[in-house]
């Protein structure tokens, strides 16, 4: 069991201006609500048994010994690397030669590495929108987009989750711009009308950005992600992501329309231009995961299976699970005492899910996410299920998250 948190000598060096927001947050969050305990650290470890679904790794690559050993073997390329902003790179330097390669994956033009898929959506809204240029945000997106529009210095104007109609008419009212949506939304799971979005940036002028963090590896040909299942990528302008997911690697990408467009960017978007090219072993990294998610079709086919057994299982047991398309789903668990009970009960049955509260979803709308990856069994899903069945009393039907 994890020891009370002492936070009696909190931020003694600070100023108070600083000192207060500390103060504040530890009064309000652990001697407040949360009893003493932190929102997010349970009672106790999973063990070598538990069933374990807090992790991106929806395809199991961390740790994979194919990619390891490649990583292994691209140490001694480390001597004399060259450590600089990407905007200096040559077309031929490793970095470009897997940008191009990387593209040629995605089905696309041309492509960007970034240091996260967070610099990836940040960056990229700063190059394209600005305070004549709004950005249409979905409701839940994820936070790195409203983050971007405020690097633009872009109005952020929401629209209703996953309502193209509300998109529409929103674009009516203050003029074209920026949309910019995840193809599968974090907390919830739910999926994006990537056609229909398409139909409105057509009809209304507007750039589509679709952030694919959670779908590349795991969906597509080859895991492309879901623009390319679709056949929308002519139609969406750029696709932002996250290889810290399905890749279980730390880098961003953005594909990007031509050469042009990726010359601009590394010369105008600040986390291009103000942060310092991948490593080797970054490289050779990706490259590897490249190669094992294009071949291992097995890890997308079990991962769907799972996701439609744990789903069917837990829609039955009543739970609204809030349009989840795939491989995320949450019990939403609305205040944040809520969140901790269902979380310790659902460890008592060894079951490790993740806890979702402010800032990443709005007070008393708290989540237990299941994130789940392609080496969970039958019986870690029954086990779940039964779980579920559990602390089904505690979660009631208006309740629900969001991002």
């Known amino acids: 069991m994890h020891a009370m948190i002492d936070t009696s000598a909190v ?8 000192q207060e927001r500390v103060e504040a947050f530890h009064t309000a969050g652990i001697r407040g609500r949360w009893h003493g305990r932190h929102i997010l650290r349970g009672r106790r470890l999973p063990s070598p048994g538990s069933t374990v679904v807090d992790s991106n790794d929806y395809l199991r690559l961390a740790g994979d010994k194919r990619i390891v050993d490649a990583v292994v ?48 959506n940040v960056g990229l809204l700063q190059t394209l929108a600005g305070p004549e240029v709004p950005v249409y945000v979905d409701m839940l997106a994820h936070m790195s987009l409203w983050a971007g529009a405020k690097a633009a210095g872009a109005t952020a104007r929401p629209f ?24 599968m939304y974090s907390v919830c799971g739910s999926l994006a009308p990537l056609a229909a979005l398409c139909d409105v940036a057509e009809q209304t002028g507007c750039v589509l950005v679709v952030d694919e963090a959670h779908s590349l590896g795991t969906h597509g040909p080859e895991g492309a ?5 679709a056949g929308l990528t002519a139609r969406v302008h750029f696709r932002t992501t996250s290889l810290s997911k399905a890749f279980a690697k730390r880098a961003g990408y953005i594909t990007c329309p031509d050469e ?17 090219t991948l490593v080797p072993s970054d490289l050779v990294q990706i490259a590897a995961t490249l ?3 294009r071949h291992d079709e097995w890890r997308r086919t079990r991962l769907r299976e799972v996701a439609t057994i744990l789903r069917e299982g837990l829609t039955g047991l009543g739970y609204d699970l809030r349009g989840s398309g795939a491989h995320i789903m949450s019990l939403p668990t609305g205040p944040d005492e809520t969140v901790i009970e269902v979380r310790d009960i659902m460890e008592d049955h060894d079951v490790f899910g993740s806890v979702f509260c402010p800032p990443a979803t709005p007070r008393n709308r708290t989540a237990l996410r299941l994130s789940l990856h392609c080496d969970l069994t039958d019986q870690d899903l029954d086990r779940i299920i039964h779980a579920g069945e559990a602390v089904r009393p505690l979660i009631t039907a208006g309740r629900s998250s969001t991002s």
């Open 11 to 18: 931020g003694s060096l600070l100023p108070s201006f600083v």
């Open 73 to 120: 073997e691209s140490l001694d390329a480390m001597r004399g690397a060259r450590l600089a902003s990407a905007v200096l790179l040559h077309e031929e330097h490793p970095q470009t030669v897997l940008e191009r390669e990387f593209a040629r994956y995605l089905g696309s033009e041309a492509g960007v590495f970034t240091q996260s898929g967070y610099d990836a």
């Open 160 to 183: 209703r989750h996953n309502d193209t109609a509300h998109l529409l008419r929103r674009i009516e009212e203050h003029g074209p711009g920026v949309i910019a949506v995840d193809s």
């Open 225 to 229: 992600g879901m623009v390319a299942q």
């Open 260 to 276: 042009d467009f990726v010359e601009y960017f590394k010369m105008t978007s600040y986390p291009a231009v103000f942060a310092s």
């Open 291 to 293: 190669d094992v998610v």
